[in-house]
Nanobody, 114 residues
Framework: QVQLVESGGGLVQPGGSLRLSCAAS???????MGWYRQAPGKQRELVAA???????TYEDSVKGRFTISRDNAKRTVYLQMNSLKPEDTAVYYC?????????WGQGTQVTVSS
């Protein structure tokens, strides 16, 4: 089991940027790391994921705007979010998957509003 702590959320105007961080309590070297989000009244959805080898995948609506990255030495995963839109407003959760064992962070609120 790994503890995950997200940070970096907040209130930003449309068109602005935020960088989310997810710090893990142990090595994530072999884990697939993901960022999910859940808006009020909606199901949790995958935003972006990065495997141990570095390949990435993105939800269609964030392609070209969001970038996921990882620093295994720091046991940290990042989500750089640019050109934010009101529809990006949600609680963002970090996820770690290691051989089918999945752990979640507590979430960080992102609000995009003028």
């Amino acid at each position: 089991q790994v503890q995950l702590v997200e940070s970096g959320g907040g209130l930003v105007q449309p068109g602005g940027s935020l960088r989310l961080s997810c710090a893990a309590s142990r090595s994530i070297l072999l884990s697939t790391m993901g960022w999910y989000r859940q808006a009020p009244g909606k199901q949790r959805e995958l935003v972006a994921a990065i495997i141990s080898g570095g390949s990435t995948t993105y939800e269609d609506s964030v392609k070209g705007r969001f970038t996921i990255s990882r620093d295994n030495a720091k046991r940290t995963v990042y989500l750089q979010m640019n050109s934010l839109k009101p529809e990006d407003t949600a609680v963002y959760y970090c996820n770690a998957d290691f051989r089918g064992s999945t752990d979640w962070g507590q979430g960080t609120q992102v609000t995009v509003s003028s």
